[in-house]
Nanobody
């Protein structure tokens, strides 16, 4: 059973930056593809970014391209989401997610693809 714990959320002004972290435990980190989703009040949970278990492949939502960067540190069993040029519409609860992956370069962008979810961390961007 994989446990995921997010941190790094908070209140930031529009145009600012945040780096979210997700610490994974309970399974071999290198076996899992990882992702970030977010959910704003009254909206569906949506894909933000994903990274393959090998780390070489990434994918981003249209809204995140050019502003967000996903990365992973195998020594720390942690995945990061660096968010720059934040906008008010980025305000949401951000969730870390994981799934076992056979393909080292496969990325997953659909909510239903993932098995394990963290509790979420709130990001609020003031305009």
């Amino acid at each position: 059973q994989v446990q995921l714990v997010e941190s790094g959320g908070g209140l930031v002004q529009a145009g600012g930056s945040l780096r979210l972290s997700c610490a994974a435990s309970g399974g071999p980190f290198g076996n899992y593809a990882m992702g970030w989703f977010r959910q704003a009040p009254g909206k569906e949970r949506e894909f933000v970014a994903a990274i393959s278990r090998g780390g070489a492949s990434t994918s981003y939502s249209e809204s995140g391209k050019g502003r967000f960067t996903i990365s992973r540190d195998y020594a720390k069993n942690t995945v990061y989401l660096r968010m720059d040029s934040l906008k008010a519409e980025d305000t949401a609860v951000y969730y870390c997610t994981a799934r076992r992956s056979l393909g080292s370069q496969t990325v997953y962008i659909t909510h239903g693809d993932y098995t394990y979810w963290g509790q979420g961390t709130q990001v609020t961007v003031s305009s």
